[in-house]
């Protein structure tokens, strides 16, 4: 490469047409999933104070929002529920007339062409709140695998396009593709929660679907922050298993992470932008002191120039919107 005064990198970014012909990375509403948080009742909408913009939504206005996703070309959404019983064992997850399973039916009914991903974990609908069967205060992995393989199979049933692990037991994407194929469901794809850290950004997430662990936390199944090269060996485990989709999560403080799975992995690679990360931009530019959708579009653009394909984020709406003017 030839260096200055021949070569001047600033010559490309004299004007904005320049730099669009070389721009590297571009975001686009193809890339985006939009998460929703759907509750039991009729006609509500909360407000989560943690995540301001984004709702607890009953079926029905949940509907109006999937038709509002799929008006925007966002591709999917993936959906979390907050059943109306919590037990020991999570009933509700598997149960055919969960909330989940409802919200699913109904939006398939309503806007066939949004895709509708679900999230298979426990948390929500334990009342222990950890997403594994408990026993004597310790997190059962095997045991918690049937009961992950039947609230995936009632999700399918209910109409679910994909579904997405994210309890991080060992070996339930293997248990969970078997299932699957056994009941004629084997084109339906499996985004595995693969990296998933044990996180301080789930927070507001926490409140959203009323999830957090009543007691101790989920550092004994979520990974170990600091790690990287433990990723990589979740990665090719769930890939191995019959993932189709691989996920880092959270996105911002793993972008290494999710660099080394695109270059070790020819694999579509998801990135979940996680509550925490929403919430600290919302919070900042409240206060006036950041620019939401400069800083937003950057951290985005960010996740996606490190190796995302799929990128998860409760801002997808208002990137819709940005990326349209
Ligand atoms: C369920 C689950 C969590 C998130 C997605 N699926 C919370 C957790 O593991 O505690 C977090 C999403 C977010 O923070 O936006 N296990």
Known sequence: MSEFPIY??????????????????RLSVDDLIYPMFVVHGENTATNISSMPGCYQYSVDRLVEAARELASLKI?????????ENKDEFGTEAYSDDGIIQQA????KDAVPELLVITDVCLCEYTDHGHCGIVEKGEVLNDPTLDLLVKESLSHVRAGADMIAPSDMMDGRIGVIRDALDDEGYDAIPIMAYS???????????????????????????????????????????????????????PALSYLDVIHQVKLEFQMPVA????????????????????????????????????GADIILTYF?????????N
């Not at 170990?224 to 996920?247: C, K, Q, T, W």
């Not at 509550?275 to 400069?294: F, L, N, T, V």
């Open 316 to 324: 997808a709406k208002s990137v819709a919107e940005w990326l349209d």
């Open 8 to 25: 001047r990198p600033r010559r490309m970014r004299a004007n904005e047409n320049l730099r669009r012909l070389v721009r590297e990375t």
């Open 271 to 306: 990135a979940y932008n996680v509550s925490g990360e929403y919430a600290m931009i919302k919070a900042a530019a409240q206060k006036g002191w950041i620019d939401e959708e400069r800083v937003a579009v950057e951290v985005l653009t960010s996740i996606k120039r490190a």
């Open 75 to 83: 591709p999917g959404t993936i959906l979390f529920g907050i059943p």
């Open 195 to 249: 990296a998933k850290y044990a996180s301080a950004f789930y927070g507001p997430f926490r409140e959203a679907a009323e999830s957090a662990p009543q007691f101790g936390d989920r550092r004994t199944y979520q990974m170990d922050p600091p790690n990287s090269e433990e990723a990589l060996r979740e990665v090719a485990l769930d890939i191995d298993e019959g993932a189709d989709i691989v996920m880092v999560k």
């Open 104 to 107: 699913v039916r109904a939006i």
